[in-house]
């Protein structure tokens, strides 16, 4: 099961130890109150070494998008195959493809840990045909939706109601027969990453390392 497990409380705290607030884990205002990672010495200022810099842009990363180390390094590999010049870019395309972020980012779902739930019991489509892999990754120009049973799922309802993130410009969402699909209108990149990302950082962490 391709899960990272992360309790309620946990979400708060991960997200002030890399002080940067993760959309995907659905737990906003972690920041709000207490700007600074958890623990006794968590308020005094701490210095940071560059391998630590490095070492939180990919925690980002991996966290927000729920990914194990050994998943996220796969994605890697594929995305410095072939010919592509800037293999961070290619990624953050696919990671924001997957068929778990794209139902998030449609405001399907509160979480990308929700989304992944939806998909896992059969509630969501690609093209109309149910898709249950939360890691598919949805090539361009297709369109991802919900099943009719899962339209009336309140968990559904009540993230559309309250999405915790706009539509990104690579997403064009529109009604089809009185319910909300999404169709990928362009490749991602590394400017959707939906919270400050410094793509050098990530590619200096992996540049002396195999993926």
Known sequence: MSRVRIGKVARFKVQRRLGTELPGLGKPGALERRPYPPGENGNKRRKYS???LRLEEKQKIRVHYGLREEQLRRFIRNSKKGSATNWVNKLMGLLEC??????FRLGFAGSIRAARQLCSHGHVTVDGKKVSIGS????QGAKVGLTERARENQIVLQASNAPRLEVPDYLRKESEGG???GI?????GTEHVPFAFDAGLFTEY??????
């Open 50 to 52: 560059d391998y630590a």
């Open 179 to 181: 319910f909300d699909v």
């Open 184 to 188: 990928i209108q362009a490749i991602p």
């Open 136 to 139: 598919y990754v949805v090539p």
């Open 98 to 103: 997957r068929l778990d972020n794209l139902v």
């Open 206 to 211: 992996y540049a002396a390392r195999k993926a």
